[in-house]
């Protein structure tokens, strides 16, 4: 079943993307699971969710997070 996604995270200081992941359900929103790293940038500046791409493949999700994460450095 293709329920999975690829979702952005981006600065609401200055729109930057920091985080690229690939998830289900609520998990481009939660904060539950994160590294200290992701925490200290959404502690100074917040964040907003977009996704990337939608109602796909796990194994597809893989490619694009990987692909994305690639991108952005």
């Given amino acids: 079943m293709d329920r999975f996604y690829v979702y952005c995270h981006v600065k609401k200081t200055d729109g930057k993307c920091f985080y690229i ?5 609520d998990r ?23 996704i990337l791409v939608n109602n796909i493949s796990e194994e ?12 952005i450095g």
């Fill in 21 to 25: 992941g690939k998830g289900t359900g």
């Fill in 28 to 50: 481009a929103e939660s904060k539950k699971g994160r590294n200290k790293y992701w925490h200290k940038i959404v502690n100074k500046h917040g964040f907003d969710s977009i």
């Fill in 60 to 71: 597809k999700a893989f490619d694009l997070e990987a692909d994305f994460c690639n991108q």
